[in-house]
């Protein structure tokens, strides 16, 4: 079982993810329409799952 505070660092870290994701998005349809994509799904799916592990009782 995970302590409070890994769980809260992972939920911060996750939060953290979410306003990155929204906050680059027109870099990421930017760089989509240049044939770049970039991976900000990855990350936000990986800390999401981190997420549900630590929070589980």
């Given at each position: 079982?995970?302590?409070?505070?890994?769980?809260?660092t992972?939920?911060?870290?996750?939060?953290?993810?979410?306003?990155?994701?929204?906050?680059?998005?027109?870099?990421?349809l930017?760089?989509?329409?240049?044939?770049?994509p970039?991976?900000?799904?990855?990350?936000?799916?990986?800390?999401?799952?981190?997420?549900?592990?630590?929070?589980?009782?």
């Open positions: 079982m995970p302590s409070r505070p890994y769980t809260a992972v939920f911060a870290l996750y939060q953290l993810s979410v306003v990155l994701g929204i906050v680059l998005l027109p870099v990421a930017a760089a989509r329409r240049a044939g770049v970039l991976p900000l799904h990855r990350i936000i799916d990986r800390l999401h799952a981190a997420y549900e592990h630590a929070s589980e009782e």
